[in-house]
């Protein structure tokens, strides 16, 4: 690629650099020309070719946060995994900056199964990936598409699809909703046709968070203007452009879940506002399904919907291991 990138050089992630690892940058390419930046984590001692694992999300988040964790603990226990920036987000390119796409972001998750597809040191029959929260979703799209994945984790998952049409719960599930919703952004696209800018829709509210709010909405404060802020995370600060999702509200990434034959393990909290996607998700997964025997939901008892995010207590690393290990052979 043509880009002269400046890649940060010194470690500024949000969690401690193991010893056990090691980490570099590495950068490739979409179908689409954009050029995307990760964090490559792996072994300081191994034996022949390794499994290797993708990891991304959450939605607004950077490689610098949770995606970067599940890399380098999953590295910890022996495989070559990379943390990516989507396109248009943190330190990958493509402009205007703060834009998604259920199909752009499909096939990020596709160009890193074509990057560590070609490494010398990754055995190319053993690729997985891990998808979290808005991720999740968009990782059961690409195993849906993508026949070189053999295993999917989703870690407390977010439809974006069903979320951007029907509101949370899907509480604004309506057709009148959506088109109030509708009529809102097409007004925002003229405005940012007349000022030739995006106006951004806000991050994360500031701490402290005002007593009334929603608990979840506390807890993404909490972890993302908190103990995981980083300069170039959405969430951290003025998040997605207004219209960043609009896309989102047609497009059901979704519909042939039922025909992935590649295991998947699907991983939520309990107490999490958002484990109804993962519920649902697995059942439309299943229900009807010839693939269903090597698919298994897995709920966190007590756990919130950041509590996988950084919490090392709770995030089943060792159940994930096995899950990679028996199914990425």
Same mark, same amino acid.
Request: charged share 20%.
């Given at each position: 690629m043509s880009e002269n990138l400046e890649l940060v050089t010194k470690w500024d992630k949000t969690f401690e650099q193991s010893e056990k690892v090691n980490h570099r940058k590495v950068t490739f390419h979409n179908r689409y020309g954009i050029t995307l930046v990760a964090d490559l984590y792996e072994p300081k001692s191994y034996e022949g070719k390794l499994?290797?694992?993708?990891?991304?999300?959450?939605?607004?988040?950077?490689?610098?946060?949770?995606?970067?964790?599940?890399?380098?603990?999953?590295? *910890?226990?022996?495989y070559l995994t990379i943390a990516f920036d989507p396109s248009f987000t943190g330190e990958s390119t493509g402009t205007p900056r703060y834009m998604a796409s259920p199909d752009i972001n499909t096939e990020d998750f596709q160009a890193a199964v074509d990057f560590l597809s070609v490494q010398d040191n990754v055995d190319s029959e053993k690729i997985g990936i891990i998808g979290i929260c808005g991720w999740g979703g968009m990782a059961l799209n690409v195993a849906a598409l993508d026949t070189r994945i053999k295993a999917t984790v989703t870690s407390t998952m977010y439809d974006m699809t069903r979320v951007n049409a029907n509101g949370y719960f899907d509480a604004d599930n309506s057709e009148e909703k959506r088109y109030e919703n509708k009529k809102s952004l097409n007004a925002q696209r003229i405005e940012d046709f007349k000022t030739g800018s995006y106006a951004r829709g806000g991050g994360c509210l500031e701490l402290p968070v005002p007593e009334d709010a929603p608990f979840f909405?506390?807890?993404?404060? *909490?972890?993302?203007?908190?103990?995981?802020?980083?300069?170039?995370?959405?969430?951290?600060?003025e998040g997605w452009n207004i219209t960043g999702c609009m896309s989102f509200m047609n497009q059901p990434i979704l519909k042939y879940s039922n025909e992935i034959r590649s295991a998947v393990l699907v991983i939520h909290g309990e107490k999490a506002h958002s484990c109804y996607f993962s519920k649902d998700a697995f059942k439309d997964m299943t229900e009807n399904s010839k693939y269903a025997d090597n698919k298994e939901l897995m709920i966190i008892p007590n756990a919130v919907h950041t509590d996988l995010y950084d919490n090392l207590e709770i995030i089943p690393f060792n159940k994930i291991d096995k899950f990679f290990k028996d199914n990425l052979k």
């Open positions: 499994p290797a694992i993708a990891v991304c999300g959450p939605f607004g988040a950077v490689k610098e946060q949770c995606s970067g964790l599940y890399a380098q603990t999953m590295a *910890e226990k022996g909405v506390k807890d993404y404060s *909490e972890y993302y203007k908190g103990r995981a802020y980083h300069s170039r995370s959405l969430n951290s600060n």
